[in-house]
């Protein structure tokens, strides 16, 4: 990453996530030395922030925020060409991890289902989301998202809009879990080439759609908080 994008988002993050990330980097530093430093490493670990919901692990908030930046930068697709454009995307990312640890409370154990037939292209999303005490679990097609829906119970849900070679995989998983759950929340998380057919999901009741890494986040933590 750019070191100017670096400073740019410890600048960002400020109060709850600055101090987080501070204690991320010590982390790191402390585990390359854990032998020297003996328990204190492990101390580290249950140290917590307080926020207006409750507390939240510290290295938790500091991972979900490096994870979140990781996923930001893989999926920006030239969204972010310039440095100012880099540097709103930084500072969006510390503002959704921010936002998402000020409701951790109401985040812990809730269940989220992602439907996507390449669920290694979110891994660094999926782990933020984890990382912020969301349980996720992944579905490879439309009917296993249906099944899984049958047989669990699920806060949201996020799927995709393209698997193989069906285009309108997406839309189907929407209308189908929708009358099998009218209450169930679904975000829509595609790649930019899915814009089109995002007015199409919203009519159908998803309450999101997007390809943004953060905005994803938001609309989850929205969904959910």
Do not use: C
Not at 134 to 163: E, F, N, P
């Amino acid at each position: 990453m750019d070191p100017t994008v670096q400073v740019e988002l410890v600048k960002q993050l400020g109060g709850l996530l600055q101090t987080a990330i501070v204690i991320a980097v010590a982390y790191v530093f402390l585990v390359r030395f854990r032998a020297e430093l003996g328990g204190f490493v492990s101390r580290l670990s249950q140290l917590t922030l307080k926020t207006p919901a409750g507390e939240i692990s510290a290295t938790a908030v500091a991972e979900a925020g490096a994870l979140l930046s990781v996923a930001q930068t893989s999926k920006e697709d030239g969204v972010a060409a310039t440095s100012e454009e880099k540097s709103a995307a930084v500072a969006a990312v510390g503002e959704t991890v921010k936002a998402a640890a000020a409701v951790s409370d109401r985040l812990k154990s809730r269940t989220l289902l992602w439907v996507d037939d390449n669920p290694k292209n979110n891994r660094f999303e999926i782990q933020t989301l984890e990382k912020l005490g969301i349980r996720v679990d992944t579905a490879l097609s439309t009917k296993d998202g249906l099944q899984k829906l049958l047989l669990g119970h699920y806060d949201v849900a996020v799927t995709d809009l393209t698997r193989g070679s069906d285009t309108k995989a997406g839309l189907k998983f929407i209308e189908e879990a929708r009358a099998a759950q009218p209450a169930l929340k679904i975000v829509v998380y595609s790649s930019r080439r899915g814009e089109p057919q995002y007015e199409s999901a919203l009519r159908l009741g998803a309450v999101g759609a997007t390809f943004l890494p953060t905005k994803l986040v938001n609309l989850v933590v929205e969904a959910l908080a």
